[in-house]
């Protein structure tokens, strides 16, 4: 870090302090580009850097995140050469809170220009990435929220591709936040507390769609995130209530399903147009992240039903196999990519030493969403174990706190609907008859696990809120199951299918 030249400036309007400017160097050289993932490359490492220069919100909100980066990776005690032990515990405290009084400034501005708006809520977003880092879900909810209202008050999204240039870096600033919005939302679907209600703070938001060709991948992940993000609503029953478009009744999902049938035909003869000019070896990642996406959204499309049931997930597990044998695949694909021999065992895999000593922290989706869904909704003993194995490989590679999360929601579910297996034929069926058993592998409808819900998140765990089935049928209390994991720590020690 020391050797490199420190090139990083300070925005003109505040006063050039020494730290600040080497907490920016280190978020330019070593968060930002973690911050990317695989799509919207250029907006967080051109835009919101040259931003940074002339908008002290975006200088603090990405210095919060370096320092808080920095410490995580380092310890309290030990800190890098050039940082003095005494500044850095405090400075994402104070960072945080020079933005936070920035944004208060802007916001009590008689008139902002639309590209300061687009700053503040780029703020705000970065703010939701700070309090994932610090394991503060309440934070990170709230923050979330605050981004979707600026978004909804200022109708941001009325400015999304309406100018594009005819080239690879053709997305504009709008597109970015709007739907980095969406994918926040997706991220955050199986992670809301029972309490949590739907609602929609973009009233009136229509997102245009474009029958001209993709320009980039970028711009394919921007068109599939809705679609994705509104299936896994229908299909899967992240939460603890179901939007209003589902509530609204039968016919209406029964229309949604239509339309994004429809939606998704069209973006796969796009992407279609768009493989055949990303020839580049380094365009294969992406381009399998988003085949695997739209296959597992096809899947769930073409499957799901209206009931209160699991059972319409037992005509997909070919299709499940195979979402797994694509996900292999892309894992490998990054094994070979990060140079890196692939980790022999699913224990290697999760104390391996892979990737950067602290978390992971793109929103840009990759594997592990697939393999939870499949975990979840697969109950085949092998296929589910085998997507849990997987999603440790994805963890290695990239030890995010959503995988992380994945991973054990994945195992409780498996464990509690197996648990079923341990209660002696006699005694359940003086209660229920039911078909579970052992010797079949097999975990019947009514003690499925239908919906889910998390609660109490702290950096060493949460509260897993639940209803089979059966409980949603009678309309019983959500049962409660302690998860625990930690935050700070690489290593995965708690998995009983590790
Ligand atoms: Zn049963």
Known sequence: MTQQPILSVHPGQIPRRDHEVQLFHYFRTEVAPQLTGMFDHEFWTEHLLRNTQSQPILWYACNAIAATHLLDRTGCGETQSHQTPDTLPLQPYYQYQAALQSMRDLISLPFVTDTTKIDIIVASQLFIILATLRGDNMEMMTHYKNTCMLVGLWK???????????????????????????????????MQPPSYTYHSYWEGCTLRLRDDPFVSLTEAYFE?????NNIVKVAVHPGPEGPEFVRDGHE????????????????????????????????????????????????????????????????????????????????????????????????????????LGSRAMTLS????????????????????????????????????????????????????????????????????????SREHGFVCDGHR???????????????LHLRTVDDYIHNRHWRTFPLQFNLHEKGVGTLTHL
């Open 156 to 190: 941001t999204w009325a400015q999304t591709r309406i100018h594009r240039r005819l080239d690879k870096h053709s997305i504009q600033a709008a597109d970015s936040v709007v739907y980095t919005c969406i994918r926040a939302d997706s991220l955050f679907l199986f």
């Open 224 to 228: 599939l995130e809705p679609i994705w």
């Open 252 to 355: 209406f999902v029964q229309y949604a399903c239509d339309h994004y049938k429809e939606r998704l035909l069209k973006w796969h003869k796009k992407l279609d147009g768009l493989r055949l000019r990303c020839r580049e070896v380094e365009d294969r990642p992406a381009l399998a992240v988003l085949d695997l996406r739209a296959a597992t959204i096809k899947v769930l499309l073409y499957s799901c039903t209206r009931e209160i049931s699991c059972l319409c997930w037992d005509a997909c597990v070919a299709s499940f196999g195979k979402l797994l044998d694509d996900a292999e695949l892309l894992i490998q694909m990054r094994y070979a990519s990060a140079g890196q021999k692939e980790a022999t065992s699913t224990a290697e895999a999760v104390r391996g030493k892979l990737g």
């Open 365 to 436: 989706p990759m594997t592990n969403e697939t393999l939870y869904l499949v975990a979840r909704l697969c109950r085949d003993p092998a296929i589910r174990r085998r997507a849990c194995t997987l999603l440790a490989h994805d963890y290695h590679l990239t030890p995010s706190m959503h995988t992380l999360l994945y991973m054990h929601l994945a195992d409780a579910q498996i464990r509690l609907e197996e648990y079923e297996w341990q209660v002696k034929a006699a005694v359940r069926e003086s209660t229920s008859s039911c078909g579970c």
């Open 449 to 463: 696990i239908y919906q889910t819900a998390l609660d109490q998140m702290a950096t060493t765990g949460a509260v």
